[in-house]
């Protein structure tokens, strides 16, 4: 075997090995891809704040108290409203007779003419309401190792930014570096700030209004509408709506109009008038693609795929329509 032959082989080799090694790593890391992308943006919210307090203190005792305030003002009260809100379903489940409210439905003169087949749609809800509890009960267990690692993560990455940016910016292909990432460094500050805000506005005012209305599970109703609140013009819309002509329908007609009038105040002054001030360019993001995002990246990426999956989009498109850019150039 002559030395180039040997060497080629030998080249062949090491990238066999490096392939092995990243399918190893891959299916390590798999499990954790959640936990780890929602460190990130949970340190890209704290970040300011970080910064401000290592102007004082040591890096890792600042990283410390960020994580300390993300778990005191975002975990517990999450914690507390995904209890309450699987609490309110639960109860409403057990108060409600799904087979006699079906048949109830199917006497409505509202939905007489549209021959809805109620048997099917009965089996379907109750098909997909054992999903749903099944998936709850199986994601708790592997939660609380991701909640650990989503924590440690937060405290590398807040002690490392500086090192994770400039890699970053290294390692982009593109001539104007620091133009692209301040275009996504904007998208990014207007989902996790701007629409975080505008969603938990909603959240409030709609959890206020169905409990003033008597809806029994308005934690549950205000939780998707916090979810939905991604999508612009549509999102609490594909909540009130539906609750408006199940209200009708079952002869609840002052729960119907309360909802319409709750629903116009969050679909125009705050959804629309209010999205505009808080995001301003963002907010011109098309709702197909924020609709494809949210209902993608909660199947693919679980609690924090309403936001993870939006921004996977928009980096994507960014990326790709800089790199068309470039080669036009």
């Known amino acids: 075997m002559n030395k180039e032959v040997k060497n080629q082989l030998h080249h062949y080799i090491f990238l066999a090995i490096i392939v092995i090694m990243l399918i190893l790593s891959y299916k390590i890391l798999r499990p954790y891809f959640i936990a780890l992308i929602s460190a990130f943006i949970l340190s890209y919210l704290t970040l300011p704040l970080y910064k401000l307090l290592n102007k004082k203190l040591k890096s890792s005792f600042s990283a410390i108290l960020c994580i300390l305030i993300v778990f005191l003002i975002i975990l517990i009260p999450v914690s507390f409203i995904i209890a309450n809100t699987v609490k309110q379903a639960y109860v409403a489940l057990s108060d ?3 087979n006699s409210f079906f048949t109830n439905i199917s006497k409505s003169t509202f939905l007489s003419d549209l021959h809805l087949d109620v048997a099917s749609l009965r089996e379907k809800v109750i098909s997909f309401i054992i999903n749903i509890v099944s998936s709850i009960a199986s994601y708790l267990p592997s939660l609380l190792v991701s909640i650990i690692v989503m924590l440690f993560g937060m ?5 490392n930014w500086s090192y994770l940016s400039s890699s970053l910016e290294r390692y982009l292909p593109f001539k104007n570096k620091k133009s692209v990432i301040e275009d996504i460094s904007k998208t990014t500050r207007g989902i996790l700030y701007g629409m975080l805000l505008l969603a938990f506005i909603e959240f409030i005012v709609t959890a206020i209004g169905f409990a003033i209305l008597g809806v029994n599970s308005y934690l549950l109703l205000a939780a998707l509408v916090f979810i939905l609140a991604f999508i612009p013009n549509i999102g609490p819309g594909l909540v009130w709506i539906p609750l408006v002509l199940i209200s009708v329908a079952l002869g609840n007609y002052s729960v119907a109009i309360g909802t ?3 629903g116009l105040i969050l679909s125009i002054p705050i959804d629309t008038i209010l999205r505009t001030k808080l ?32 921004l996977v989009l928009l980096y994507t498109i960014r990326l790709i329509e800089e790199a068309i850019k470039q080669s036009n150039d």
């Open 96 to 98: 409600i007779d799904i």
């Open 155 to 159: 405290y590398y990455m807040l002690t």
């Open 279 to 310: 995001l301003g360019k963002t907010s011109n993001i098309h709702p197909l693609i924020m609709l494809l995002g949210v209902l993608g990246g909660l199947s693919l990426f679980g609690i924090f795929g309403f936001i993870i999956g939006p």
């Open 260 to 262: 319409i009038i709750l």
